[in-house]
Every structure is written in C-alpha cells, then in structure tokens.
C-alpha cells in the first residue's frame, strides 16, 4: 500500500516505513541510542530528499527520547542542572547548524557534508566503542587486573564558571558541558540525530560524570535540543514531513519498546560489539558511496542557485 | 445551372477540405492527490470532424501532457580528492515537472523540425534553456542528464504509436500519471498532422491538487509553520508517552 508524503511529494510505501521505524525503534531500545544516525540514512536510501530526511529524523527522535527519558526519571537517573547547562549549548549548536544546513543546501554541497560527517562521527565512534569493548571483555575474562578509574582529574577541571552537579556528584566549570551541548547541538541540526552517541562518551570521558546518570540526562537533553531543530527546520525550510514522521514513530515506539524487552537478556559488553560493528557497518556503507563511482553523475534539483 | 453549381463545389472543395478540426474529451479534468494516492490513468479521447473528404496523405495524431514547469539546477559529480563531489552546475530556466508524449507514428516520420520549433512538442524543445553554454563546458550534456533522469523517474516519456486512430476519425490512449506528481495545472495539448505540418490543434487542462489531509498538512506547513512545527512535536511526545505507559500497562 503506497502513501502520499505531503511534503517530500512522494509516494513510499506504508509498511516499509513502518517498517524502518520497527527496525529502528528495536535497535535503539536495545542499545539505548536515539536511532537518527540509522534512521536519517535509511531515508537517504529509499529517496527521501536529504533536507526531509533530516528534518523528520529529528522529529522522531523526539518521539523515542521522550519514550526512554520516562524510564530514567523514575529510576532517579536524570541530572537536570547538568540537563540544563547541556540544553543551553544545545540550543546554540542547533540554531547555528540549521542556518549552516540552509547556507549548504544552497550551495548544493548538503549531500556531501552530511555523508561526510556521517562516515567521521560513526567510524570515530564505532572504532572507539568496538576497542573499549574488547578491552573490557578480555578484562572479565581475565579476572584480578587493574581497575580504571572514572574520576580522573585533568585539564578541564582547571575552568572558571564552577557549578555543582549534586546527581553527577561533581563540582566542575560548566564551559565544557555548554560546549559539548552546542557541537551536539550542531550535529542534530545538521545530521538529524540527537547525537547521544556523541554525547554519552563525552559525558564520561571529558566531563567525568557517572554511568548511571549519563543516559537519562543525555536524553533528556536531546529532546529538546531535537525538539529546537525540528521546528527550526519547520519555520526556515518547510522540511518537517509529518505524514512521514507519524509513520516512523508509531513503528519505532512499538520497536522501541520490543527492544528494551530484548536488551535485559543480553551483557553489556556484548551489547556493545553489536553497536559498534553497527555504527561501522553504517558508516563503512555512506563511505563507499563517496567513494565508489556513482552510476548517474548528474543530480538535479528544483530552483534557481541563489 | 447544376453544372455550374457542381463545378462551383469541386474548386471549393481543397479550402474545405483544409477544415478539419478536433473534437476531444477528458476522461477526468481533476485529479486529486490523497493520502493513498498511487498515480492515475487519464483517458484522452476524441474524433476529426470533417466537413469535407479528407485530403490525401495520412493524418497522425500528437498528445502532449505537460506538467507545471520550474527552475531547475543540474549538478555534475566529479572526483576530487578521491571522492565524489558535485562541481559543476548548470541552471535551465524552466523544465516541466512532468511530460508525456504520446503519437500514432514516429514522431520524425509525422512532425517536420518546423512544426516542431513552432509547437515544441519534444521533450527536448519542451525544456527551455537559455544560455547555458556559458555556464559549463558539454552544457548540452547537462540537458542530456536531466532528460535521462526524469525518464528513469517516470517523469518524462516518449510513448511513440500509443494513440489508437480508428479510420483516421476516432482516436483515444492512455496517459499514466505517477504517484509522484506535483500538483499544479497540467496542459493537455492535442496535434493533428498530416506530412509533417499541423492541421489542427487544441487544448486542455487538468487541475491536479492535493486533497483532504494532504491539502490541509501541505497549507498548515506553508501558512503556519510554527504550529504545524509545534503540532508535529506534540504528536512525537503524545507517542513517546504512549508507548512507554502502554507497554507499563502490558507488562503489569
């Protein structure tokens, strides 16, 4: 059954939207990510105009932020100072790249740089995520060996503008979270993801914050920050296809929550290999369509250059 | 007398043999774009009306289906750096979103280069371009792709000998419309030739609008993009919230 999509002015069919965000939805429930670094691709490949794709990818991950940060509340696992201080970066970054998006688009170059920053961020993520992994999982097998500690003081604890972050139980500058908030900020704009895939290492590398905290902040971050993007993107672009957004949300809510289920009978570290070699596996795809010679040169597109 | 009459009528007949017209209908003049649209079929029909023999030589019949034209900016990727990027750009001043060409023959074989610089009845003499050699080396090219492309899309055919003409008096074909159309007003335009040169023309239009949600979404995003920005939020936490107390409730 095809489905007209009022804005994109194209028809796709229905189930395979549904099912993309099913899939989607259980992947990001079983590994705890927001799913717009799959998500906004999988556009790409079935013919979703980019500027749509990233737009209603950013509407959808509101949808599946708001479904998992419900959770975290109830376990006590949000910071919301932390929260905060992330959003007001956030906003910044996400104001910054729909405007940059738009200088883009215009140039004709949106393609490439979303495909590019696709390959950097996932193939920087997956390759530290799939290391550490292995690393831990040797560990565990090898019982006795040394313990790393999380709290380690460096540079950034030098920083003027200290706050405290009685749920992170941290007392820190709050320069580096506003600038970790605004290059995810960014990203979300510019990539259509929340960009926890980003944050979340962030968070526990620069900013030293526990794991126990990290998901529920980080997501309660991004929806906000994604909620900015998507009426950012709704005012400057018309962009925001909300016949395709309600089709990828009501297939990832249900996924979303399948994958959870799912997610309590794996261990952690395996959970984390699978990611990773998923994150690579995206990134390893969009790079060989840089690459490799692409079967029609020419693209055309409606409108005059400015 | 009579013979007078008769030979009266035998010297008018060439001029009234030249009065053959089109009379042509419209299965459908709307269409309309609906959430489960999946393209449409228009029945293009209609006979010659003589009001005389008709003249030697046979006659053809030429269906043009033309949908609103735009701008539009051709791109070309080249290897820079061992990728591939878009470089140059070529802008055409106008091409029609959708073109259909449909005949009872080939069409060099029933239309001279002529009729056809005065109708532009081609695909490529329906795309207006001008002056785009300065723009980029192999312009031509450019044109070329964006034929190609909007053929491969279903946008652009050439469906030569699809029109049925039965006793050179009543023809009918079918005009596919895809599911991927923009709306707007398309121009229906129908040829009669006969050795390459137009005998007759008319024209006819379909209104193709969106319709129901459709409509409605497409306006709200366009006159009120903040509410429609903030309506497509709601519905994201409504669902999010939904889904998580649901499955609370299942698990329960």
Redesign the interface.
């Known amino acids: 059954m095809q489905i007209f999509l009022p804005i994109a002015d194209i028809s796709v069919n229905l189930f395979l939207l549904l099912g993309i965000g099913g899939v989607v939805g259980f992947l990001s429930g079983l590994f705890g990510v927001g799913g717009g670094f799959l998500i906004t691709p999988l556009l790409f490949f079935i013919g979703i105009p980019p500027a749509i794709a990233v737009a209603t990818g950013a509407n959808q991950v509101v949808a599946s932020s708001v479904s998992g940060v419900l959770a975290q509340v109830k376990r006590k696992a949000v910071d919301f100072p932390m929260g905060f201080v992330l959003l007001a970066g956030g906003l910044f970054g996400s104001a910054g790249g729909v405007w940059f998006f738009a200088r883009l688009t215009a140039a004709g170059q949106v393609d490439l740089f979303v495909q590019l920053s696709y390959v950097l961020f996932l193939g920087l993520i997956g390759l530290t995520m799939f290391w550490e992994s292995v690393i831990a999982l040797r560990r565990s097998n090898k019982p006795g060996g040394p313990i790393r500690r999380s709290h380690t003081h460096n540079w950034v604890h030098g920083l003027p503008f200290k706050m405290k972050f009685r749920a992170s139980g941290l007392y820190i500058s709050v320069l580096p979270p506003l600038a970790v908030g605004a290059l995810v900020g960014f990203l979300a704009a510019i990539m259509g993801v929340g960009g926890g895939f980003i944050m979340v290492p962030a968070m526990i590398y620069l900013l030293g914050m526990p794991t126990k905290v990290v998901i529920g902040t980080s997501l309660f971050q991004i929806i906000f920050v994604t909620a900015f993007t998507t009426l950012m993107h709704a005012i400057t672009a018309n962009t925001v296809d909300m016949m395709l957004a309600v089709l990828l949300i009501f297939g990832g809510v249900i996924g979303a929550q399948l994958g959870a289920q799912v997610s309590s009978r794996l261990k952690a570290e395996q959970l984390r290999i699978l990611l990773s070699l998923l994150v690579l596996g995206v990134a390893a795809k969009i790079a060989l369509d840089l690459l490799l010679r692409p079967s029609e040169l020419y693209t055309i597109t409606p409108g005059l250059l400015p | 007398m009579i013979r007078a009459a008769l030979l009266w009528l035998l010297s008018a007949l060439p001029a009234l043999a030249a009065s053959e017209d089109i009379v042509a209908g419209l299965s459908q003049n709307r269409v309309s774009?609906?959430?489960?649209?999946?393209?449409s079929e228009i029945l293009i029909y209609g006979a010659v009306r003589r009001t005389a023999p008709a003249p030697p030589g046979a006659l053809h019949v030429i269906i043009t289906v033309e949908g609103p034209s735009?701008?539009?900016?051709?791109?070309?990727?080249?290897?820079t750096a061992?990728?591939?990027?878009?470089r140059e750009?070529v802008?055409v001043t106008s091409a029609p979103?959708f073109y259909a060409i449909a005949t009872t023959g080939h069409l060099r074989d029933i239309l001279s280069e002529t009729e056809n610089l005065r109708h532009q009845i081609t695909i490529p003499r329906a795309i207006r371009a001008v002056g785009i050699s300065q723009q980029a080396q192999n312009a031509p090219d450019?044109l070329q792709?964006?034929i190609?492309?909007?053929e491969s899309e279903g946008r652009y055919r050439l469906n030569e000998r699809s029109v049925q003409f039965t006793q050179a008096t009543l023809f009918r074909t079918d005009v596919i419309l895809p599911?991927?159309l923009?709306e707007g007003m398309y121009r229906v335009r129908i040829f009669l030739t006969r050795d390459g040169q137009v005998v007759d023309r008319i024209e006819r239009q379909i209104n193709v609008r969106?319709e129901g949600?459709?409509?409605f979404?497409?306006n709200l995003?366009?006159d009120q993009?903040?509410i429609?920005?903030?309506?497509?939020?709601l519905?994201?936490?409504l669902?999010?919230?939904?889904?998580?107390a649901a499955?609370r409730f299942l698990k329960r």
Do not use: C, H, M
């Not at chain 2, 735009?70 to 290897?79: A, G, N, S």
């Open positions: 774009i609906t959430a489960d649209f999946e393209g735009t701008p539009i900016t051709v791109r070309k990727k080249e290897r061992g990728i591939w990027i878009n750009a802008q979103s450019f792709a964006l190609r492309v909007r599911a991927n923009t969106k949600l459709e409509r979404l497409f995003s366009r993009p903040l429609y920005g903030l309506l497509s939020l519905i994201a936490v669902a999010g919230y939904g889904a998580s499955f």
